[in-house]
């Protein structure tokens, strides 16, 4: 069973960055063979994708955070990360890692992030 955990959440002030990494375990696949994706979940608001990476290796951005997030990965590990500079309040959610392999979407539980002055 695939397991992804998130961690680095916490709570920033507003210009601050942050970087989140998502852990796989209990991996069939290899990582550079799945497609790999953040997403958050703010309170009140859609679950929106934030950035992604295809089985091609290729980077997808929301618009809202182009410029200030970027997705990489270290197959060695099973390790996605999320680098977050010049956050902003509006950046305020859960954010979830999503490993996809065959058609098969695998989920973590989640990291808080708080952007607050």
């Known amino acids: 069973q695939v397991q992804l955990v998130e961690s680095g959440g916490g709570l920033v002030q507003p210009g601050g960055s942050l970087r989140l990494s998502c852990v796989a375990s209990g991996m069939i696949f290899s990582p550079k063979d799945m497609g790999w994706g953040w997403h958050r979940q703010a309170p009140g608001k859609e679950h929106e994708l934030v950035a992604a990476f295809t089985r091609l290796g290729t980077t997808n951005y929301a618009d809202s955070v182009k410029g200030r997030f970027t997705i990489s990965r270290d197959n060695a590990k099973n390790t996605v990360f999320l680098q977050m500079n010049s956050l902003k309040p509006e950046d305020t959610a859960v954010y979830y890692c999503?490993?996809?392999?065959?058609?098969?979407?695998?989920w973590g539980k989640g990291t808080l992030v708080t952007v607050s002055s």
């Open positions: 999503r490993g996809t392999a065959y058609g098969v979407d695998y």
